[in-house]
């Protein structure tokens, strides 16, 4: 018998204070980010999205600076779905929205135990350093109801150096802004995403964006030489946003991907890897390095097909930022530990294909 919810669960009466142990904190990340117009069995956030095969051929450079597998050089087949950031069931492709882009490598062997997956999203730092803070800003930004402001509010909104807020979209009656921006008004760490989040707008295309990974990570290169890293991908026919002034569609973007990759078609993708430096924040997520940075050209991803079966290779994936590689180790960022623990949550909630840390 299938037990899966098909509404949103309430999950505020199980963690009212943030818990103790980390797994207990990760579930509450997870249950932290449901929406009331979300769909319990589906992710709670990035729940809209699109399944894709293709692959990955690192370049000659990439061994010099890491041994994994991947960087080998041979071609490595990949699985990927790209999404959408919101919680909402429904699709908004042309809101504002931060968009992500999930990648497994599938190495000697295909299985799972010898996969390696990279997470990443169009906005450059995470909302919070670590995962309490995490908590407190998922809570504050709840969704509230949001209303068109009028001419003369606006006008004091810019003689106070004040962003004004933007008009509803078609249909749009709630967001979480108003909490997020007084959240980020209290905490330096939360602003510059929050006001990238809010204001990102809609790209042209999944295959127009740029995709952070965000947390830091530590590479072994062929000279045994280990090194802190950040991963970009950065799309080959470059970044286009939508058009600000089209009225915005609900759904378009996976239709325009479906459309780039009928016949021959393929979307393309750089994976830069910034080197850190003195200075750097290895363990926090929430601060962008400078852009001045070294980066490495380390391959070239290429999307060919939507999958056939997007059940299996986009609802049921169970992609993790923590199933990591032989040459690729994980940072002390305490962000990227608890998002372990939060997506193994997410994949044992909807019944997803089991989480490669299920058992654990």
Partial sequence: MDDRRTEAPDMERKFSVWPDGEKAQGEALFEALWREDG???????????????????????????CVAEHFGGDRIEVTGRFSNGSGADRLHDGWTDVRGLAIRFHLTGGTEARSTDLLAMTLPAFFAPEPRSAWDFINAAHQEPYDREGAWDKVKDYLQMMLPR???????????????????????????????????????????AAYHAVHTFVVT???????????????????????????????????ELRERLAGDGKAEFSLMMQLGDIGDDFDDCSRPWPPHRVRIMMGTLTITDVAEDQEADSEKLSFNPWLLTPGIAPSGDPILKARRDAYRAS??????????????
């Fill in 166 to 208: 933007r008009n509803p979209y078609p249909g749009e009656t709630t967001n979480a802004d108003k909490g997020g921006f007084e959240y980020a008004n209290k905490n330096l760490f939360a602003q510059l995403p929050t006001f990238g989040a809010a204001t990102i707008g809609a790209p042209a295309s999944y295959a127009r």
């Fill in 39 to 65: 769909n319990a069995q589906r992710r709670p956030v990035h729940t809209n999205g699109i399944g894709v095969r293709g692959h990955f051929i690192a370049s000659p450079v990439a061994r010099s600076y």
């Fill in 347 to 360: 994949s044992e909630n909807r019944h997803a294909t089991p989480c490669p840390f299920a058992k654990d």
């Fill in 221 to 255: 290169g062929s000279d045994d030489v280990d090194r802190y890293v950040r991963f970009t991908w950065q799309p080959v026919s470059g970044v286009q946003p939508a058009h600000d002034n089209d009225p915005p569609r609900d759904a378009f973007l996976q239709d």
